[in-house]
């Protein structure tokens, strides 16, 4: 998992909700969020994830077979506590929204799909800092949680499925870790990992790569 350092809602979006109460008389629901709107805020996600996804650090695109639009905090808490502080604007509040892949080939095997509506209490938010020191990985693509809640996370986030644990191994043989001048290279490596590319992109996996070379 990567830290998303989120940014305040953007005004569309904002906007839309206050048109919407205007109109009807009421605050707008998930389901009410439909189009143009919605097809905006998940860019709007994608571009401030680096185009991975929440949970397990995978390229995604924007399509609608591919991602979804993740509550961390499963818009049911709201509902069943409505008058909780905790669990006050759940189902449209910015900071409560992701971008999740659809687990592997969309067949929700892992990440928010996977997780469905279990509650987030004991889970490592990708908005907490927290996240940077949550997890160590393995040059064989293995994931272990270094918390309670990072393990939590891992179990309930199937983080440790087959397919993404050969996905981030892929990541790291072909990452220049295991090249001859890698000592030499090894800062410049970071630095490429840590940052995005032109068009705005974290390279998948990129945290267990970090890791990797970090700890080497």
């Known amino acids: 998992m990567k830290y998303i350092e989120k940014t305040p809602s953007p005004d569309f979006f904002e906007g839309w909700k206050q048109r919407f109460q205007e109109q009807h008389g009421s605050q707008p629901t998930y389901h009410d969020l439909k189009g143009q709107v919605k097809a905006r805020l998940k860019q709007y996600l994608l571009e401030e994830q680096g185009y991975l996804c929440c949970y397990c650090m995978a390229n ?71 996240v940077q020191d949550a997890f160590s990985y393995t040059v064989s693509g293995d994931i272990d949680g270094t918390t309670p809640k990072a393990m939590t996370s891992v179990r309930v986030l199937n983080l440790q499925s087959a397919a993404l644990k050969r996905h981030r191994k892929t990541a790291i043989w072909n990452s220049g870790f295991f090249d001859d001048d890698f000592p030499d290279e090894k800062d410049a490596l970071i630095e490429l990992y840590s940052s995005r590319d032109s068009d705005g992109k974290f390279t998948p996996f990129c945290e267990a790569i970090l890791f990797v070379m970090k700890n080497a």
């Open 60 to 130: 995604i695109e924007v399509t609608s077979d591919s991602s979804h639009l993740e509550h961390f905090i499963p818009r049911a808490d709201g509902r069943n506590h409505p008058h909780s502080l905790q669990f006050q604007d759940v189902e449209l509040g910015y900071q409560n929204l992701f971008l999740s892949c659809n687990g592997e080939w969309c067949d929700e095997s892992h990440c928010g799909k996977y997780k469905d509506s279990t509650t987030a209490l004991m889970l490592v938010s990708p908005a907490s800092t927290e």
